[in-house]
């Protein structure tokens, strides 16, 4: 079986190739890549090559696979796992293997198995570990977002408070509490205000702050007020740009008592040192953006650590349980992972796209491995339309929904549009 894929051979060196796969074990799994969103992480692994903890020493000779948060098809399935797997039916996978201790993870480490590409091989570990499933939804796209969405499930359910004279820790978000999320009008950021209004376990009060009005503008039209309201939640947007003083300002959101629970969505050091600065007793900061320079630093309140009970963590990818609780979110229509989207592309942009994404505004970039197409942002898609009806077709579509990718434009995408 030979496959399409993006291949990593060192650092800033991806390579769009077609190669043979090796015929598959009694124990592996043939499967058709579908739909892949493009990761950060992906960015990171790109530009470090051998200096990433995932990649191989002999990535130069033994090129991987890219991309990790992908979905398609089960097209043959060895001898000793039919009982578990039809050919035939739809995949989600969740690539936070953690097998025996090691890092390997689709997308850094494998040969044959990563999410930008037609076809890869899943190997053993991946289904003796469980982390690949049988996936019923309308959507391949709602099985992609669903990896990104389980690292903000993960982070919500990591964080953890204390009471004076306990050892215990109680494990997630303060219920009815207040909460902050820091540069979070990006992808993850809107995947995260999604989660904190439609979860069972809410905070109170929502304040969502970045630099970036023309992001903060499409999260408002997302995220109403009156959606928040309507969820028990106050939910504020605060462009941080040109505010003198940032802490004082978020606090004052509060009454001055702090938040409980502070997300941090980049690796910048003053951004982080705001979410220390306006965390309230037993507050839990997350810094959820991983940084790829290793002596990345910041200044941290160490007297509020010892008598405010503040505390700091990180956390990096989701369980499969997260996982499964964002399809299962998902399907009951309470999120929806493609608020996150604003391109969509095919294989051919993949190189590309990976090497720029810090360059690159907007949010997730989804790419459907079958086709050829140009990174598209999807409010251009009206334009592009003038002269290309296929576009035409997808505004339309988008544009009926919000403005949002959806079921209806990813069937036109692979009806009309397959290469």
């Not at 919500?156 to 408070?161: L, T």
């Not at 969820?231 to 740009?241: A, D, P, R």
């Not at 910048?268 to 309230?280: A, R, S, T, Y």
């Amino acid at each position: 079986m030979k496959t399409r894929a993006v291949r990593l051979y060192d650092e800033n060196d991806l390579r769009l190739e077609e190669f043979e796969l090796p015929e598959i074990t009694d124990e592996e799994i043939l499967v058709e890549v579908i739909s892949d969103s493009v990761c950060m992480s992906t960015y990171k692994a790109a530009i470090l090559g051998k200096n990433h903890k995932r990649v191989p020493q002999d990535v130069d000779v033994h090129p991987i696979i890219v991309g990790h948060e992908f979905a398609g098809n089960i097209v043959k399935v060895g001898e000793k796992l039919k009982g578990q797997f039809k050919e035939g039916n739809k995949f989600a996978l969740q690539p936070a293997l953690n097998y025996k201790g090691t890092m390997w993870s689709p997308g850094y480490s494998y040969r044959y198995f990563g999410g930008d590409a037609t076809y890869n091989v899943i190997p053993r570990e991946v289904m003796e570990i469980g982390c690949f499933l049988n996936y019923q939804g309308e959507a391949y796209y709602e099985a992609s977002l669903a990896e990104p969405m389980s690292c903000i499930i993960g982070a919500f359910h990591a964080s953890y408070h204390t009471s004076m004279g306990s050892y215990e820790h109680r494990m997630g978000i303060v219920e009815g509490g207040k909460m902050a999320l820091l540069a979070a009008a990006g992808p993850m950021g809107l995947g995260a205000i999604d989660y904190a209004l439609h979860t069972d376990r809410r905070p109170s009060l929502l304040v969502v702050t970045d630099v970036d009005e023309e992001k903060l503008s499409r999260a408002r039209t997302i995220f109403t007020e009156q959606e928040a309201e309507k969820c028990g939640v106050e939910l504020v947007f605060v462009n941080t740009k040109d505010v003198e003083d940032v802490p004082t300002k978020l606090r004052a959101l509060t009454g001055d008592t702090g938040f409980d629970d502070v997300f941090v969505f980049t690796p910048i050091k003053p951004v982080v040192e705001q979410g220390d600065q306006i965390l309230g007793r037993d507050g839990c900061l997350n810094f959820f953006a991983g940084p790829t320079d290793p002596k990345f630093g910041a200044h941290l309140n160490l007297y509020n650590v010892h008598y405010g009970s503040t505390h700091i963590m990180g956390t990096t990818g989701g369980n499969t349980e997260d996982l499964l609780e964002s399809l299962k979110l998902t399907e009951e229509k309470k999120i929806n992972p493609a608020v996150m989207v604003t391109h969509i592309g095919g294989l051919d942009a993949v190189a590309e796209t990976v090497l720029n994404l810090p360059h690159i505004p907007g949010g997730k970039k989804l790419i459907y491995t079958h086709i050829n197409m140009e990174l598209t942002a999807i409010e251009d898609f009206a334009k592009l339309g003038a002269n290309n009806t296929h576009f035409a077709c997808l505004a339309d579509i988008v544009a009926n929904n919000k403005g949002l990718w959806c079921a209806e434009a990813e069937r036109y995408l692979l009806e009309k549009w397959r290469a």
